[in-house]
């Protein structure tokens, strides 16, 4: 987490070029600005990837 790794690929994740961090969560809603998580940061082609390897979770995926 110290170093913002992707967790899919374990490369540096950085930012989209909307200047915000994509992460991956379960459950059914976003989190909120400000909002703390333990899960680490993601691409947003390793995050298409990741969902895709895992159906039961795609539906609920918002990229």
Known sequence: ME???CQVC???AG???DGRTLFLLGGAR?????ETTAAPPV???CA???TEGC???SPHIEL
């Not at 976003?30 to 400000?34: D, L």
């Open 55 to 57: 159906p039961d979770h």
């Open 15 to 17: 930012t989209r070029a």
């Open 48 to 50: 298409v990837e990741a």
């Open 10 to 12: 374990s490369g540096p």
């Open 3 to 5: 170093h913002s790794l």
């Open 30 to 34: 976003p989190i909120a600005e400000g």
């Open 43 to 45: 691409h947003q082609s």
